[in-house]
């Protein structure tokens, strides 16, 4: 296998890996995939574990950008943080942050 090939096969692989976080935040935005069913779900799927949890809570109906980076702010949690780095305690605090209803 070529370099060239090599690196191909990266990019698709790369492709194939945003597709999916492009879903994912598709179904959080039709309200198919509620916020502690990212979590629920990231224990099973690895790409969804390595996605960025930003860019899913900013697409939950009616929270948006700038209630999600306060929430993080407050919560001290950084923006870069990934859905699969949240313990239940992080979880629960972001929750109440963006005053969300367990479920």
Do not use: N
Request: hydrophobic share 40%.
């Amino acid at each position: 296998m070529s370099s060239s090939d090599a690196r191909e096969d990266v990019f698709g692989e790369i492709a194939e890996v945003r597709a999916a976080w492009a879903g994912y935040k598709q179904r959080v935005v039709d309200d198919e995939l509620s916020y502690d069913g990212i979590f629920a779900l990231a224990t099973q799927d690895p790409v969804l574990a390595a996605m960025k949890l930003l860019p899913l809570i900013e697409s939950i109906p009616e929270i948006g950008k700038v209630k999600s980076r306060r929430a993080l702010e407050s919560c001290d949690i950084g923006e870069t943080r990934t859905v699969g780095s949240f313990d239940d305690e992080h979880q629960t605090a972001l929750r109440d942050a963006l005053g969300l209803a367990r479920g």
